[in-house]
């Protein structure tokens, strides 16, 4: 499908595509890399041969390997004027990225891979609460209590639900793409020991772990357990202390992922 926006650079003209070109392009299994110290715990070379998606500040794993994210996903505005060396390397590195058009068109840095603006699903309508939608999974429980809708985007073509986490925006990525198994490195979700490339003297971005996880995280995640996860999607946890319940999202071990991975 041809794309819809461009932005002339140096070198060439950068393409924005549409998410229907990469709806079910992939199948198997996929790591994603959150920004948890666990994550420093990840032997990834051992699974370098697995697509991986990269989110924020987790491109520095990569950083000196051959390895090429999948995608790599940026709902941080401010994430390239906090940390400009790592998201010009998720732009250089990344063989498709993802991120608000606004921020594009704000950032100096351009994407060497294939380039997807993110927006959310619409509000949901009396009528979308009164039905079911196969692709925009809602809540539709207490609808009119929320402010902010929770939901799982199955198509991220019609948008993506925002869980303030990032990792659940690149979970519907990794559904979008036709992953059917998902393991979630490094979502540790504990605010109070940091990211695992932050330290004393670099700049740290603003953490919002704490506010939201009771009343967007854990709700987002639990709707997906109940209404997305099943035969043909199944998501696994590799922090051994993730703030998420293994009745959510289920721990792994890293045998246990090398005999799901090459079984």
Known sequence: MDTTKTRSTADAPVRANVFDDCRNIASGAVFLIASGRSAQDFPFQQFADIPMITMNGSISMFIDTPIKPFFHVCTDRDFS??????????????????????????????????????RKAPRATLADLLRTDPELVRNRVFPCSRK???????????????????????????????????????????QSIGRFYEH???????CGLDQHYQNRILPSFELMAESVVGDDFAVYNLSPSSRLPRTVVPYRSLDEVQALVRG
Do not use: C
């Not at 004393?200 to 603003?206: G, I, K, Q």
């Open 81 to 118: 004027n906090q940390q400009p060396e790592m998201f010009a390397e998720a732009m250089r590195r990344s063989q498709r990225v993802a991120l608000w058009e606004d921020h594009y068109q704000s950032s100096q840095a351009s994407p060497t891979g294939e380039l997807y603006f993110l």
């Open 148 to 190: 902010k809708p929770l939901g799982f985007s199955k198509n991220l073509q019609r948008g993506f639900f925002d869980a303030r986490t990032v990792a659940y925006v690149a979970l519907q990525i990794a559904y979008h793409a036709g992953f059917n198994t998902v393991f979630l490195v490094g979502l540790d979700l504990d």
């Open 200 to 206: 004393e003297h670099s700049n740290l971005s603003p």
